[in-house]
């Protein structure tokens, strides 16, 4: 079951190590695909979550896009929950993490 509109755009897809940015992500993310790339590789394994019942954890190159874009524009995290198709909530949580393995 999939909730939320059904103009939603597809998930990010999420290689290993790699993940493909819309373009150009330069202008909400501020760092270019190479070096979204190496901090996502480093990371991953700090921000990484599981599937639960009742959600589907969000991937590790969203948590750093979302993330980012916030360390990038400032952006409320209401405003971004509705251009990321993700909840304030999960924002509030997630931004602080991503920061925190970025720091590591």
């Not at 409320?76 to 990321?84: C, E, I, R």
């Amino acid at each position: 079951m999939q909730h939320g509109p059904s103009h939603a755009p597809p998930p990010l897809q999420d290689m290993p190590g790699h993940m493909a940015l819309p373009t150009p992500p330069q202008y909400y993310l501020r760092v270019d695909q190479a070096i979204f790339n190496e901090i996502l590789q480093r990371i991953t394994p700090l921000i990484s979550r599981q599937d639960t019942t009742w959600r589907k954890a969000l991937e590790p190159g969203q948590s750093l896009a979302i993330t980012l874009c916030f360390m990038a524009t400032g952006e409320a995290y209401k405003s971004m929950a509705l251009n990321f198709y993700v909840g304030a909530n999960s924002i509030s949580k997630l931004v602080p993490d991503t920061c925190e393995a970025i720091k590591r």
